[in-house]
T-cell receptor, first 113, second 111 residues
Framework: GENVEQHPSTLSVQEGDSAVIKCTYS??????FPWYKQELGKRPQLIID?????GEKKDQRIAVTLNKTAKHFSLHITETQPEDSAVYFC????????????FGKGTLLTVNP | NAGVTQTPKFQVLKTGQSMTLQCAQD?????MSWYRQDPGMGLRLIHY???????DQGEVPNGYNVSRSTTEDFPLRLLSAAPSQTSVYFC??????????FGPGTRLTVL
């Protein structure tokens, strides 16, 4: 089955700096890679996703890049703000089905004012 | 729309007891899933359903049963609770080829 590795497990940055979280996956058939943000005590919420037919996607301060050859994808957050502090999860689908996701173990991002 | 709802929010069980975690969605989504979240482990898929009457196992299905008699509801049954099933349980739903929407979660403690 799919295996998703996520690094780092914790990340601390100063407000205004950039943050990068990296994930690798094992299933070459994976073609959908979402990123979820989970604030303390809340449910995970999708912040951005990318499909295998594109290499990069941006949404304001958030961007995701995908390297299918190397089987890795990354989340980039620029101009970080204290409200970006949360746990971020990457995921990859299995067998080409969006509903069967394998998640990384998460990255706790702390943005210090 | 209420989105994805889960009940109860909190539950304490004794080892060996059984219970059902409820999940409902009002978005007419075909796909529904159950995940468990443990510290440092991310979200792990327990069972999923691609439509009424169709269910399948995920990564960690042992000790759990599911059924899907309607599009809206996807209950998760713990047959004989064990301390290893102490976790936060999330239900999620999605349309084909789109994002998964998560419910608020159920925090379960098994003593």
């Amino acid at each position: 089955g799919e295996n998703v590795e996520q690094h780092p497990s914790t990340l601390s940055v100063q407000e205004g700096d950039s943050a990068v979280i990296k994930c690798t996956y094992s299933d070459s058939a994976s073609n959908y890679f979402p990123w979820y943000k989970q604030e303390l005590g809340k449910r995970p919420q999708l912040i951005i996703d990318i499909r295998s037919n594109v290499g990069e996607k941006k949404d304001q301060r958030i961007a995701v890049t995908l390297n299918k050859t190397a089987k890795h994808f990354s989340l980039h957050i620029t101009e970080t703000q204290p409200e970006d502090s949360a746990v971020y999860f990457c995921a990859a689908n299995s067998g080409g089905s969006n509903y069967k996701l394998t998640f990384g173990k998460g990255t706790l991002l702390t943005v210090n004012p | 729309n209420a989105g994805v709802t889960q009940t109860p929010k909190f539950q304490v069980l004794k080892t060996g007891q059984s219970m059902t975690l409820q999940c409902a969605q009002d978005m007419n989504h075909e796909y529904m899933s159950w995940y468990r979240q443990d510290p440092g482990m991310g979200l792990r898929l327990i069972h999923y359903s691609v439509g009424a009457g169709i269910t399948d196992q995920g990564e960690v299905p042992n000790g759990y049963n599911v059924s899907r008699s309607t599009t809206e509801d996807f209950p998760l049954r713990l047959l004989s609770a064990a301390p290893s099933q102490t976790s936060v349980y999330f239900c999620a739903s999605s349309r084909s080829e789109s994002e998964q929407f998560f419910g608020p979660g159920t925090r379960l403690t098994v003593l």
